[in-house]
Every structure is written in C-alpha cells, then in structure tokens.
C-alpha cells in the first residue's frame, strides 16, 4: 500500500473484554514498530520486529500485551483482559532499511478507549 | 538510558516569524534523529531524518540541525504560517532500533 495502514480507527471495549489492533506495513519494510502514546503523554515504545530477527519487547508494559508478525508483513497487537489504564491512541510504524539508518513512516493509528 | 528533551513545550508565534525548535538528547551514541510533526488527532508524519554523519537537512522551509557531540538537534522553521500549527516531536534511534521520542513542542502560529 501507499502508507501504513491500522485498523480498527477506533476502538471502544469494556474491562476486562481482549483487543486485537491490526497494522499493515508499507509493502517490503523490514522494520515494524508498534507505540502507545496516552493523552497529554509523549509516545511510549512497545515492540520492534526486523526481519527474521526475533523482537524486541522490553516496552510491552506487561504480559497482557503481545504482538505478532505473520510472514514479515501484517502486524497484530493484542491486549488481553483490558483495564482502563490502556486507554491510548496506539501508533504502528515501518521503515525499509534493517532498522538502524531507516527512516520511520507512521500510521493513523487505532485509538483504544477502555470503558 | 537515552533520554529526548525538547524546549519549549509550547510557543507561540504570529505569522511570517521564523523560529527555532530544541531537542536535546543524554546519549551521544546514535544513529539517527528524526523530526515529526503530528497534527490533532493524526498519526505522525516525517519532516526531516539526519543521519548521525550528517550536520543538517532542508526540506523547504525546515532546516534541521544536528551536533551530535553536544546532544542537540535544532529544527528551524522559517516564514511560519498558521498551517505549520501542530506538535513537533523529536526522536533518536540508538543501537537498540527503536525510536526514543520527546514529548514535543507545541507550535501555534496566529495569523
């Protein structure tokens, strides 16, 4: 595709209830990055996936968070059992090189509002 | 741990000023630093990436400044126009891959 793509825009759940948010890569980027940015807070980091290479998750905040990358493309981060506390827009992003020199190119982002 | 700093949080301009946004950074080993800029309710869009052999990039009215050594990064913006109102956010990538942001700047220019 043209950009990077997310899905669902938005996203309302009730506590307690599992999320799935869903991220498609500019087509042939290496990199994917998933971010959470919360109101009035800056953007925090999740999880890096680059290539074959197995990913980075020292920013999932706890083990209710996970995300996978079927086939080196699409991206899939899921919050199981929500709290209200993950209220937050969540940005995906790409970038073509191995991720060290690459510039990154953001989605629109899903915003994930716990009720 | 590297940490991003950006001053002011906010500014304020009237139209046609030119202007100079900071960023800062603690750890001088990095790769690249990226300029956003992120309007009310959208994602982030790229403005400028200066790689860490670089001293700066343009892109139309945007100059980007880096001085690796020091830990800082100017983003210079001249002839500001209201369309240029958004939050600009400053980010390096250190070995590790991934991005480190600030919390950003946000610019408000009065017509």
């Known amino acids: 595709g043209a950009g990077v793509s997310q899905s669902p825009s938005n996203k309302v759940t009730e506590k307690g209830k599992d999320v799935e948010l869903r991220c498609d890569p500019i087509s042939g980027h290496t990199a994917l990055y998933w971010y959470r940015q919360s109101l009035g807070q800056g953007l925090e980091f999740l999880i890096y996936?680059?290539?074959?290479?197995?990913?980075?998750k020292s920013g999932l905040p706890s083990d209710r968070f996970s995300a996978e990358r079927t086939g080196g493309s699409v991206s899939t981060l899921t919050i199981q059992r929500t709290q209200q506390e993950d209220s937050a827009v969540y940005l995906c992003?790409?970038?073509?090189?191995?991720?060290?020199?690459?510039?990154?190119?953001f989605g629109e982002g899903s915003r994930l509002t716990v009720l | 741990k590297q940490e991003v700093t950006q001053i002011p949080a906010a500014l304020s301009v009237p139209e046609g000023e030119n202007l100079v946004l900071n960023c800062s950074f603690t750890d001088s080993a990095i790769y690249n630093l990226q300029w956003f800029r992120q309007d009310p309710g959208k994602g982030l869009t790229s403005l400028l990436l200066i790689q860490s052999s670089q001293r700066e990039q343009t892109s139309g009215r945007l100059n980007a400044s880096l001085d690796k050594s020091s830990g800082r990064s100017t983003l210079y913006i001249a002839a500001s126009q209201p369309g240029d109102s958004a939050t600009y956010l400053c980010a390096v990538k250190g070995s590790q891959g991934n991005l480190i942001f600030g919390k950003g700047t946000k610019l408000s220019v009065k017509p």
């Open positions: 996936f680059q290539g074959n290479s197995a990913p980075d």
């Open positions: 992003a790409s970038s073509s090189s191995t991720g060290k020199t690459g510039e990154l190119f």
